[in-house]
């Protein structure tokens, strides 16, 4: 079946300007994950979703960032007043109920130029 | 917090050449570990999962295994296919996030 999609797979931005990040999750799953990859840097926790329940923000690095979540199914990552170091990959990963294990996209490079 | 160190940072093998990959780790209380494989460019590839001391897990020619403080992952003689990041991560007991470790960096040489 259809694995996790993201878009755009790669976004260039200038300094100061808004993005928006887009992840379709597996049909049917129910938690939904942002995680960002950065050059030397292992995997960092960014954001989670489970059905309705608040979600959990806990890992998101500064009030730039935002997500939501729309309908249960496809989620956005906004990053206001992007800077340098905002410069990642950004990859999404959805999990179904019951389960444990991550299943991930193949993520959105982001340049801030 | 919970805290996940893989060694080494890069593997180069030969073809048919054997090798292990370890991944020690700190949590308040496993739920899971996870193994997963990340090509240059694509997402993390899930692997396996090992959830309790003693486990272990076979995919072709890797095999997953757990203890109380460390897991390894076992590549029994590797193909150029099997070049790839390998990254372990943990889940503990009162948390749904994976911690990563940084991965290891495995090149295998015809």
């Known amino acids: 079946g259809a694995g996790v999609s993201q878009s755009p797979s790669n976004k260039v931005t200038e300094k100061g300007k808004d993005v928006e990040l887009r992840c379709d999750p597996i049909?049917?799953?129910?938690?939904l994950y942002w995680y960002r990859q950065s050059l030397g840097q292992g995997l960092e926790f960014l954001i989670y979703f489970q059905g309705n329940s608040a979600p959990d923000k806990s890992g998101l690095p500064s009030d730039r960032f935002s997500a939501e979540r729309t309908g249960g199914s496809v989620s956005t990552l906004t990053i206001q007043r992007t800077q340098q170091e905002d410069s990642a990959v950004y990859l999404c990963?959805?999990?179904?109920?019951?389960?444990?294990?991550?299943?991930f996209g193949p993520g959105t490079r982001l340049t801030v130029t | 917090e919970d805290q996940v160190t893989q060694s080494p940072e890069a593997l180069r093998l030969q073809e048919g050449e054997s090798s292990s990959l370890n991944c020690s780790y700190t949590?308040?209380?496993?739920?899971?570990l996870f193994w997963y494989r990340q090509d240059p460019g694509k997402g993390p590839e899930f692997l396996f999962t090992?959830?309790?001391a003693g486990e272990e897990k076979e995919k072709e020619r890797l095999k997953a295994t757990l203890t109380k403080k460390e897991s390894f992952l076992h590549i029994t003689a590797p193909k150029p296919e099997d070049s790839a990041t390998y990254l372990c991560?943990?889940?503990?007991?009162?948390?749904?996030?994976?911690?990563f470790g940084a991965g290891t960096t495995v090149t295998v040489r015809a």
């Open positions: 991560a943990v889940q503990a007991v009162n948390d749904y996030k994976l911690s």
């Open positions: 049909s049917g799953h129910t938690a």
């Open positions: 949590v308040s209380g496993l739920r899971g």
């Open positions: 090992l959830y309790s």
């Open positions: 990963a959805s999990a179904p109920v019951g389960h444990y294990e991550q299943y």
